[in-house]
């Protein structure tokens, strides 16, 4: 079946560094989602990319969609104490199932 | 708009006891989806229902988890009996519709089997 993996599991960043996580599908996606899952929350939706290549900006984040749909990425400029938790991507295919990845958990160090 | 709903927040039981849990949807959500996070793992599909008929259940062991959605509102997850590996959270989300569209999630039932 299909398969999200998701690139680094943990990133330690200190406050106002960059960082980029990835997400990686094993079939081609009609289209991914994101979600950010605060310690102790339950998820929340945070973009949708439909189109290949397609870029979105949500202030100090940038999600990227690539050209073969199989892959994501998410990078986040100037790392806030506010960007703690866990991004998720979601990625839909045939069947209007979505599968989620394993997360990438954020620790940011004052 | 009042968020999706979920009862209880946490349940601890022994293994091979039955549990429920309980979920209400946005209103006018047509599309109702029970997931298992495991710790420190992403949500995994449990059940997806549009409407009142379930659209996948693959995922479900069905030799211990049922769950319904009959007036294709409020829907129930029951597990009977439980054993150890079941210690998760439920969370259940809703949307407007199947897949282009975002999912609401509820805030989660713990439940932890001793």
């Known amino acids: 079946g299909q398969q999200v993996m998701q690139i680094p599991q943990y990133q330690h960043v200190q406050e106002g560094e960059d960082f980029t996580t990835y997400c990686n599908s094993s079939?081609?996606?009609?289209?991914i989602q994101w979600y950010k899952q605060r310690p102790g929350g339950h998820p929340v939706f945070l973009i949708q990319l439909v189109k290949s290549g397609e870029v979105k900006k949500q202030k100090r984040l940038t999600f990227q969609f690539g050209e073969a749909k199989k892959n994501s990425s998410l990078h986040i400029t100037a790392t806030q104490t506010t960007d703690v938790g866990t991004y998720f991507c979601?990625?839909?295919?045939?069947?209007?199932?979505?599968?989620f990845g394993g997360g990438t958990r954020v620790l940011v160090k004052p | 708009e009042a968020g999706v709903a979920q009862s209880p927040r946490y349940k601890i039981i022994e293994k091979r006891q039955s549990v429920a849990f309980w979920c209400n949807p946005i209103s006018g959500h047509a599309t109702l989806y029970w997931y298992q996070q495991i710790l420190g793992q992403g949500p995994k599909l449990l059940i997806q229902f549009q409407n009142n008929g379930v659209v996948d259940d693959s995922q479900l062991p069905k030799d211990r988890f049922s769950a319904e959605r009959l007036k294709g509102v409020d829907s129930t997850l029951k597990i009977q009996p439980a054993k150890l590996e079941d210690s998760a959270v439920y969370l259940c989300?809703?949307?407007?519709?199947?897949?282009?569209?975002?999912?609401?999630f509820g805030p989660g039932t713990r439940l932890t089997v001793t």
């Open positions: 079939t081609t996606l009609s289209n």
């Open positions: 989300a809703s949307s407007p519709g199947q897949g282009i569209h975002e999912q609401y």
């Open positions: 979601a990625g839909l295919a045939a069947g209007n199932k979505l599968t």
